[in-house]
Nanobody, 122 residues
């Protein structure tokens, strides 16, 4: 099986910074892509940023220039450095990993973590 675990959330003042981490463990042959998503109260879950194993990144407009996504593929770990945080960044942040479980696996599987709360006070 595969486990995906996020860490690093917390309470921070507006303008502050947080660094989120996401580790994938278990039966993993190769990670194709990992991503950060967030869900604020009363809203749908939305993509924040994602990154391929080769380092190609995507960011949604509200976080461009403030958030930086990175990956350590050798450790199956992804990070999200969040700077200049705003109250509207408050949400539960979820990590997902798209991967193959073994060399004979022809399908990519998507696994989600349980989420970590980020709260930005004004």
């Amino acid at each position: 099986q595969v486990q995906v675990v996020e860490s690093g959330g917390g309470l921070v003042q507006s303008g502050g910074s947080l660094r989120l981490s996401c580790g994938a463990s278990g039966t993993i042959f190769r990670i194709n892509k990992m991503g950060w998503h967030r869900q604020a109260p009363g809203k749908q879950r939305e993509l924040v940023a994602d990154i391929t194993s080769g380092g190609s990144t995507t960011y949604v407009d509200p976080v461009k220039g403030r958030f930086t996504i990175s990956i350590d593929i050798a450790k199956n770990t992804m990070y999200l450095q969040m700077n200049s945080l705003k109250p509207q960044d408050t949400a539960v942040y979820y990590c997902n990993a798209v991967l193959r479980r073994d060399y004979s696996d022809t399908d990519y599987h998507n696994y989600w973590g349980q989420g970590t709360q980020v709260t930005v006070s004004s």
